[in-house]
């Protein structure tokens, strides 16, 4: 190679690496990083006067991402479950969105926790939500897609179980957290929505001191 074709070379290197970086970074921009990838749990904002450490989350709402500061419930009895759009308890959604109208204008709030950990609620979170809405007329708020068992499970969880000692075996597994912010008991997925003991339990709580 004679002196002129060298010097050519040397000159064409940096440009094609300029190209290179370009298209790299234009393919990032064309595929961003999937929604499935963000984590559920958002930074914990400051808690609005008294907010129990069980409420002291916040996280994407499902249907919109916006933000969610649990301690808005702080006062409240809340049942919290992780739910799934293609399982046998799916049904269970009617349940809760009936007890959560009936008990709303008394202080209940249900809390649901979409989660693939079962393998059965693989959808986007749009999915989800038109699923939610369109098949049982839920209203009661749904937060973002998460775990809610294993090495990421959300920081919620990760306190429910460390409260109760255990985590969910399925899904529509549910907690009670009573005015007080204080964990008061697990349900597996067997007890539905309208159990009388169940309902007794959350009648109870509803009649304690705000």
Same mark, same amino acid.
């Given at each position: 190679?004679?002196?002129?074709?060298?010097?050519?070379?040397? $000159?064409?290197?940096?440009?094609?690496?300029?190209?290179?970086?370009?298209?790299?970074?234009?393919?990032?921009?064309?595929?961003?990083?999937?929604?499935?990838?963000?984590?559920?749990? /958002? =930074?914990?904002?400051?808690?609005? %006067?008294? #907010? =129990?450490?069980? /409420?002291?989350? *916040?996280?994407?709402?499902?249907?919109?991402?916006?933000?969610?500061?649990?301690? *808005? !419930?702080?006062?409240?009895?809340?049942?919290?479950?992780?739910?799934? $759009?293609?399982?046998?308890?799916?049904? *269970? !959604?009617? @349940?809760?969105?009936?007890?959560?109208? +009936? !008990?709303?204008?008394?202080?209940?709030?249900? /809390?649901?926790?979409?989660?693939?950990?079962?393998?059965? &609620?693989? @959808?986007?979170? +749009? &999915?989800?939500?038109?699923? #939610?809405?369109?098949?049982?007329?839920?209203?009661?708020?749904?937060?973002?897609?998460?775990?809610?068992?294993?090495?990421?499970?959300? =920081?919620?969880?990760?306190?429910?179980?460390?409260?109760? %000692?255990?985590?969910?075996?399925?899904?529509?597994?549910? !907690?009670?957290?009573?005015?007080? @912010? +204080?964990?008061?008991? $697990?349900?597996?997925?067997?007890?539905?929505?309208?159990?009388?003991?169940?309902?007794?339990?959350? &009648?109870?709580?509803?009649?304690?001191?705000?």
């Amino acid at each position: 190679m004679n002196r002129r074709q060298t010097a050519l070379a040397a $000159s064409v290197r940096p440009a094609m690496l300029v190209i290179a970086l370009a298209a790299a970074s234009a393919a990032l921009l064309l595929h961003p990083a999937h929604a499935a990838d963000k984590p559920a749990a /958002l =930074p914990a904002a400051a808690p609005a %006067g008294n #907010c =129990p450490a069980s /409420l002291n989350f *916040q996280f994407p709402r499902l249907q919109d991402e916006a933000p969610q500061n649990l301690c *808005q !419930y702080a006062g409240k009895v809340v049942v919290v479950v992780n739910t799934a $759009s293609y399982c046998g308890f799916t049904p *269970q !959604y009617e @349940g809760l969105e009936a007890l959560y109208s +009936k !008990y709303r204008d008394r202080g209940l709030v249900v /809390l649901g926790f979409p989660s693939n950990d079962f393998s059965q &609620e693989p @959808g986007s979170a +749009k &999915e989800i939500a038109d699923f #939610c809405y369109n098949t049982y007329g839920v209203k009661f708020p749904m937060l973002g897609k998460s775990h809610v068992r294993g090495g990421d499970v959300n =920081p919620m969880y990760a306190l429910l179980a460390k409260e109760t %000692g255990t985590t969910p075996k399925w899904n529509f597994y549910k !907690y009670l957290i009573d005015r007080n @912010g +204080k964990v008061v008991g $697990s349900y597996n997925s067997m007890t539905t929505p309208d159990d009388k003991q169940f309902v007794a339990k959350i &009648e109870q709580l509803l009649a304690g001191p705000r």
